[in-house]
Each structure stands twice: as structure tokens, then as C-alpha cells.
């Protein structure tokens, strides 16, 4: 059995996504696409409450690829243009097909956002061959 080797160990920086800061582990300067993968975000852990919720993402445009989020703390609600609303919770996967384009929307629940709590997940998006 053939074992694949470690090329390359880096560290995952930041980025700006909107109105948050979350770590992008690629696509980098040196890594920059790995084909179908299109990027690699953590998100989080943020601290949510009546008074400070940063990841309130509203309605914003997607095409031809598919987030795959993997929600690690809190509960996040889905609403999309095709009329899909979905709350995912904490050990939830989420799976959207963007293909010809979508309009969603993301944040945590009304919920937690009144009693407070901590959010966090991963996401993963995925390339759509084109056609």
C-alpha cells in the first residue's frame, strides 16, 4: 500500500467574509485551487446575544457551486429562494446545490439570539461542473 506524503503544512489565516472575520485555509497564495474544492472556511466561534450578532449573513447570491456547512456549536437559520427554510443545530450538516443561482440567507435562530450563545461551524463548497 501506497501512503500519500504531507507536502505542504501552513496556517490558516484570516479573511474578511462580509461583516465577519473567519480563517480560510484555502484558497491561499500557495494553495490556490484544488479542484473541486473551491474554498475551506471556519467560522466562529462567535459569542451571539440581542447586542452583538456578527453573523447575521442576509440575503447574497450564489451559482454554480455547493456549500457544504457542518455546524460544531449554536443553531443557524437557512432561507433560500427556492422557498427552503431549514434550521441546522449543532452536529447538523447542511448540503445547498447553487447551480444556475440562488438567492439565500444565513444567521443564527431568533432563538439564540435571544438567549444567547456561541456559533460555529465549517463550511466547505464544492465546484458544479459547468453546463
Known amino acids: ?3 500519500n506524503t504531507i507536502k505542504r503544512a501552513g496556517k490558516s489565516h484570516f479573511v474578511d467574509m462580509g461583516p465577519i472575520r473567519l480563517r480560510q485555509p ?3 497564495q500557495h494553495i490556490e485551487m484544488i479542484d473541486p474544492f473551491v474554498l475551506l472556511h471556519h467560522y466562529g466561534p462567535y459569542e451571539i ?8 449573513l442576509g440575503p447574497h447570491p450564489h451559482r454554480g457551486f455547493e456549500p457544504v456547512t457542518f455546524l460544531v456549536q449554536g443553531e443557524q437559520l437557512h432561507r433560500d429562494s427556492l422557498g427552503n427554510e431549514s434550521v441546522v443545530k449543532a452536529g447538523d450538516v447542511q448540503w445547498t446545490t447553487a447551480g444556475r443561482g440562488i ?3 444565513e444567521g443564527p435562530t431568533k432563538d439564540l439570539v435571544k438567549k444567547g450563545g456561541t456559533i460555529e461551524g465549517i463550511q466547505l463548497w464544492l465546484n458544479l461542473p459547468s453546463g
Open 103 to 105: 438567492i439565500h440567507a
Open 49 to 56: 446575544s440581542e447586542t452583538n450578532n456578527p453573523f447575521d
Open 1 to 3: 500500500m501506497k501512503l
Open 26 to 28: 484555502f484558497p491561499t
